[in-house]
């Protein structure tokens, strides 16, 4: 049987070298082109020998040695450091790294093979232990202010990955808010609706005390709370009188309609319950899953009452329009009928601070 060597390079001319000068001896040649690959590959062929260059992008030689003889499957297998532009003491640190043997370039085509087969046969190069543990020292700090090089270069790359990744963000919400923007031009009762729910439920989240993520959730999913009515029949939007049962059905499709539309958002799937669960009822009479009680998205519970707050609050010409006070007091009597208590309780807070504003503005 052939035996495996796999050589670990970057540069394709030293590759095909190495390939032409030991294939025709009768190895099996297999690449890597860094050391991650290289120790991916290693483990996967688990070969006779492996040769490695030691300036490698991502992970040098010495790491990737080092790291190959750690696998327990490999322990044993004999790693051959390759390097050009040798400096003082590389031999040493390539030994201490794991590797059983050094070769400088450029090879030469005659001894090559020769080194080859010595090292497949058994022989190994070795430190004095004093040699050794010098080396293992220096080799350990260098490793440690590698490391820590490429912590910091991780960091600063998943910096600007996140900067890139929030910016791509805010662009596909804006595209989200201008489709709100357009449903509540075409419909003008709606008008300024989705912004008033958001700062009626923010104000309520802020009254829990809810944490600064669950209330940016919150702020995202009670302005996208109606993206549903984007695309249901508009018929019913349009109507400025008391629903049919035909359009009330197709009007009640908005949260389903909603969910769809986003889910396949990954950085709104925290957001989604609000729109697919914002008109489901405590008792479990609401829609389109008729959800009970705590089954409900807390956040979608919030929303709820805001949004319920907002249509009787302002003019929608087939409801009449109810005071701030008066629109409490209709929801304080659903009270875990409609709506979750809790919110309710909040929201009488938020009411209170309401009604003074305005008592002050009126007074002025």
């Excluded at 508009?234 to 499709?253: Q, R």
Aim: overall charge negative; aromatic content about 6%; charged content about 30%.
């Amino acid at each position: 049987m052939k035996k495996k060597i796999l050589y670990i390079e970057d540069n394709e001319m030293n590759r095909l070298l190495v390939r032409r000068l030991l294939e025709r001896e009768g190895y099996e040649i297999f690449e890597a082109f860094d050391g991650l690959s290289g120790i991916k590959k290693a483990e996967e062929l688990e070969p006779d020998l492996i040769l490695m260059d030691i300036n490698l992008p991502s992970m040098d030689g010495l790491a990737a040695s080092t790291r190959i003889k750690s696998i327990n499957k490999l322990s044993d297998t004999p790693i051959i450091a390759i390097t050009s532009n040798a400096m003082e003491g590389d031999r040493e640190r390539t030994l201490a790294a794991g590797c059983d043997g050094y070769i400088r370039k450029p090879l030469e085509p005659e001894d090559f093979p020769n080194q080859i087969k010595k090292y497949l046969a058994g022989a190994r190069e070795a430190l004095s232990e004093e040699t050794q543990t010098a080396t293992l020292k220096n080799y350990s700090e260098k490793l440690v202010e590698n490391l820590e090089h490429h912590v910091r270069d991780l960091e600063n790359k998943n910096a600007i990955i996140e900067r890139q990744a929030k910016e791509m963000q805010e662009a596909y919400l804006g595209i989200i808010l201008s489709f709100v923007r357009a449903v509540e031009e075409k419909h003008k009762y709606t008008a300024g609706h989705s912004a008033r729910v958001r700062a009626y439920s923010v104000k309520i989240g802020e009254e829990l005390k809810l944490e600064p993520d669950e209330l940016e959730k919150l702020s995202i999913g009670a302005i996208l709370h109606d993206i549903g009515k984007l695309v249901i029949e508009i018929s019913s939007l349009k109507n400025t009188g008391k629903l049919t049962d035909e359009e009330w059905e197709e009007m009640k499709k908005h949260p389903e309609v909603g969910y769809k539309i986003l889910k396949s958002i990954a950085f709104l799937s925290g957001m989604i319950n609000i729109v697919h669960q914002h008109h489901e009822r405590w008792d479990g009479t609401g829609y389109p899953q008729n959800l009970k009680g705590g089954q409900i998205d807390f956040l979608a519970s919030i929303v709820a009452v805001a949004d319920t707050f907002d249509a009787m609050t302002t003019t929608r010409g087939y409801n009449k329009v109810l005071s701030p006070a008066d629109a409490f007091g209709e929801i304080l009597r659903q009270s875990g009928k409609y709506f979750n208590p809790k919110v309710v309780m909040a929201f009488g807070s938020v009411v209170e601070q309401l009604i003074e504003k305005k008592e002050k503005r009126d007074a002025r």
